[in-house]
Every structure is written in structure tokens, then in C-alpha cells.
């Protein structure tokens, strides 16, 4: 049975799944409408009847088809953070939903057979192999509107779960939606909220936080975040962002709605990174001179316990989509150390190259990439067996990674080579190589996908990449040395 590639569906997968989804879904109005469109005893009741039958016919042997090649190609892995019981609930969803397909057109079929109009596929009659029995015809059409009933339960349900998971960005709806649409449908799942995020780049050099509005991609504020900002994120719920201030040993807490500084929490020495879990509870800050990782709870917005960390000058701290790790990459350790967040406490270090600085994770969190700025390398980590699995070759000075929401590529910032690497993760070869300002540093994504924007330190802006076909878009100019992008 082949491997999937990725975290998605193969393109014949999901060419079966929409184009058969799309096509019952019309049948099933198209059956309920037939009393409509053509009332009993009038002329063109056979007609209609008929059309009717020759789709399901057609759509049957579709079904059948698809179902060969589901058993014949194994599905992508469910993301870790999806519970136990979810997988189970989702994958009887999916069998009854399997059912309804063939129980459906099959019971319309053997009524007909049963029945003294047979079928006429597409005007061609097919010999009914049964007697004119009424009573079998009326269990077998019964059974067929019934079950056309409970098909439209499902399909309502299926719809419902798949935009929860659009909106919880979970990796589960990028499985089979193809990767040039996931920028649609995230912003309508979203809502018009999403449609105008903001991006907030820290700059190191003017203590200041820009905001750039990503629907005109223009600078519309500056706040005021402290000495030196570096690390910074924004909660899920976009009313404050958390921002490290190096020199002051603090993190600074943006109130985004009056574009202030609203408080601070007192870190270790020299903080960094900052990541936030995926529920927003967490804030952690990588202090880079005591070597620890301060996990700030944003309930209370104060600084709730830490974790001493074994790699020497911890700069990064991210979560895994799930919200069990934390993974920090120790400039001077060589390595990754690795933080049960439930047990508070480092459970593993992760040898990787010289001077490991930004780490992303794939949206179903099996993977996380690691860039090593002295060694120009990429290193695969497999988030389950805790190990090394592929180590890739960057460009100069690589630093910080961006992976995309559907997981089908990687973004490698090169601070020596004043570009970014594209890398497929399911080939892991690199796709495109796209110029920059100079020193690129950190990057995030815009929600919806398309675009990346890229903290360039040294040309104090904000470089704009089309994510899906990679290409330069735009340049904005910020504030002086720009560290980092978090957008909300």
C-alpha cells in the first residue's frame, strides 16, 4: 500500500472525494425535488425518473471506484493533537458516510428492478432482472429515501466538523483541501475577522513594534515595546501580543486594541524567543543567559514557573500544534531540548548542527525542522521517536523556518545569502531560492496562507513572498533592525 507523501491526500484522492462529494450531494436535491419537477402522471415524470436513475447508476460506479482506490492507497496520519476518541469518531463518521454512498444508489436500483418501469440508462432500457413485486419496491424505495435522509445528516455534519477544524488551523482540513484553495477557504471559515489580520514586527533597533495592516501591506502603527524587542507573539484571540525585551529581562504586554503597552513580567537574563501555546494559556520566553525557559500564564498575565533547560543560551521556544512540547533550540548546545509542558520539565536534547536557531513545526505536528546557522543546515526532527530523521542543506547562515498551513512547504530564512529557501516536505529537496532584503531573520505566514513576510535586520523592512508560487511581492520599509514577524 503506498505512502502517503506529506501531511495531505494525493491529488486523485482528492479529485474523488470533491468531484463524487459535490455530484451526490446535487442528487440527493435533485431526488428530493422530483415530485417538483415533475409531478406524477404528467408527461415528463419517465423522463425525469429516469435521469434520475442513469446518475445514480453512474455516480454508483464512481463510488465503487473510489472505494478501490481508498483501499488500495493508505490516508495521511491524523494529527497529534486529534484525542483517541476523536480519530474513532471520525472514522466511523467516515464509514457511515461510505455507506449512505453505496446503500443509497444501490437500494434505488433494486427498487426499480422490482418495479414495472426497470431502468433506462441515458434512454438505453436495461432488462429488469426481478418480477413487478410492489411490496419489495416500496422496502427497497423506502429504504432508499431513508437512507438519502440520514446521507444529508451526515454530509451536514461532515461540513460542520471540517470548519471547525478550518478554523482551529489543526492540519485536519488541509489533509484534503487542495493546497492553491486553502487560502479561500480559511478566510471564509474565518470570517470577515480574518479577512484584514495585522503583522507586528519587533525592531530591535527602535524599540518599537510596526504594525502592518496585510490587506494594503503599509505600516499604520508604531508602539513603544521597550530597549531592544526581539521575540513576540500575539494570542489566538488577537487582543494582546508578548513581546521580549532583551536589555530590561522582561516581557513586555501589548494591549493591540489601544496599541500600548499595557504591563510587563520579569524574565532571566537576556530573553529572546517567545512562543505561545496553541490555546493561548502559555507564553514562554527563552532567556539565553541563565539558560532558562520562563512560562508566563496569560490568565494572569505572570511569569507561573521555569524550566532550566540543558543547552547553553536557549534562543528559541516553540510549541507543538498539540500544545505537549516545547522545543528549544540552545545556540551554544548544538542541540534541541525538548520540554514535556505537562510534567514541566526537559525530557530530551536532540543533537543537531552548529548554532540551532528557528524551529517550525508540520501542521499535524509529526515533524519539526530546525535550522542550524553555522552549519547552513536543516535538520528533520520526528516529534514521536524524538530523533533526527534527515538533515538538508540551506543556504548561508540559515535562521529562522516558517512552515506552510497545509504542509507541503518549508521556508528558510539564509542571513548570509540574503534569501529564502523553499523546501518540499515531502521530498525534502529544495523547490525555489527567493531574494530578500539583507540579513534575513525571522518570518511568519499570513493566515490564509499566501503570503510570507520576511524580517529583513539589515535592510529594516519586511520582504512580501507569494507562498504559493513563490515569488517576490513586495518590500516594507519598518523600524531599524527588524527581528522578527508575528501576525494575527
Request: proline content about 6%; overall charge positive.
Amino acid at each position: 500500500m503506498p505512502e502517503p507523501r506529506g501531511g495531505q491526500y494525493g491529488r486523485v484522492a482528492m479529485l474523488l472525494h470533491w468531484a463524487i462529494g459535490l455530484a451526490l450531494l446535487a442528487q440527493i436535491v435533485f431526488g428530493f425535488a422530483l415530485d417538483t419537477l415533475a409531478p406524477r402522471g404528467t408527461p415528463a415524470r419517465g423522463a425525469v425518473i429516469n435521469l434520475h436513475k442513469s446518475i445514480g447508476l453512474l455516480l454508483l460506479a464512481l463510488v465503487l471506484v473510489r472505494l478501490a482506490w481508498r483501499v488500495a492507497h493508505r490516508p495521511p496520519a491524523w494529527p497529534r493533537s486529534l484525542s483517541p476518541s476523536t480519530r474513532r469518531s471520525a472514522t466511523w463518521g467516515h464509514r457511515a458516510l461510505y455507506a449512505c454512498m453505496l446503500l443509497m444508489p444501490l437500494s434505488g436500483y433494486v427498487a426499480s428492478n422490482f418495479s414495472q418501469h426497470g431502468v433506462r440508462f441515458f434512454g438505453t432500457p436495461l432488462s429488469p432482472w426481478g418480477p413487478n413485486l410492489p411490496a419489495v419496491y416500496a422496502f427497497f424505495n423506502g429504504l432508499h429515501v431513508a437512507s438519502g435522509w440520514v446521507f444529508s445528516g451526515l454530509i451536514a455534519g461532515h461540513v460542520l466538523v471540517s470548519l471547525r477544524h478550518a478554523l482551529r488551523r489543526d492540519g485536519v482540513f488541509q489533509r484534503m483541501w487542495p493546497a492553491a484553495l486553502t487560502a479561500g477557504a480559511v478566510m471564509i471559515a474565518a470570517g470577515s475577522a480574518q479577512a484584514a489580520p495585522f503583522a507586528y514586527v519587533p525592531n530591535e533597533g527602535s524599540g518599537s513594534l510596526s504594525v502592518i495592516d496585510i490587506a494594503s501591506d503599509r505600516v499604520v502603527a508604531e508602539i513603544a515595546v521597550g530597549k531592544k524587542p526581539r521575540g513576540t507573539v500575539v494570542s489566538p484571540d488577537g487582543r494582546h501580543a508578548y513581546v521580549s525585551d532583551q536589555p530590561e529581562n522582561r516581557l513586555v504586554i501589548v494591549d493591540l486594541a489601544k496599541r500600548q503597552a499595557s504591563g510587563t513580567v520579569a524574565l532571566g537574563e537576556s530573553p529572546e524567543g517567545v512562543g505561545i501555546s496553541p490555546d493561548g494559556r502559555w507564553v514562554v520566553a527563552a532567556a539565553e543567559e541563565s539558560n532558562d525557559v520562563v512560562f508566563v500564564d496569560t490568565q494572569t498575565q505572570a511569569k507561573a514557573f521555569v524550566v532550566k533547560v540543558s543547552g547553553k543560551n536557549p534562543e528559541h521556544a516553540v510549541f507543538s500544534p498539540d500544545g505537549r512540547w516545547v522545543f528549544v533550540s540552545a545556540e551554544e548546545g548544538e542541540a534541541v531540548n525538548v520540554i514535556d509542558v505537562a510534567r514541566r520539565a526537559e525530557v530530551a536534547r536532540i543533537p543537531v548542527g552548529a548554532r540551532p536557531r528557528g524551529i517550525g513545526f508540520s501542521p499535524d505536528g509529526g515533524r519539526a525542522y530546525v535550522a542550524a546557522e553555522n552549519s547552513d543546515e536543516v535538520y528533520v526532527i520526528d516529534t514521536r521517536r524524538l530523533e533526527v530523521t534527515a538533515r538538508l542543506k540551506a543556504g548561508s547562515r540559515s535562521n529562522g523556518i516558517a512552515v506552510h498551513p497545509n504542509g507541503q512547504w518549508v521556508y528558510v530564512s539564509n542571513g548570509g545569502a540574503a534569501s529564502v529557501s523553499v523546501i518540499d516536505a515531502r521530498t525534502l529537496d529544495t523547490v525555489a531560492t527567493v531574494l530578500v532584503g539583507q540579513r534575513p531573520w525571522n518570518m511568519a505566514l499570513s493566515p490564509d496562507g499566501t503570503r510570507l513576510y520576511v524580517a529583513c535586520g539589515r535592510s529594516g523592512s519586511v520582504v512580501v513572498i507569494d507562498a504559493l508560487r513563490h515569488t517576490r511581492l513586495a518590500e516594507i520599509p519598518v523600524g531599524k533592525l527588524p527581528w522578527g514577524v508575528a501576525i494575527r
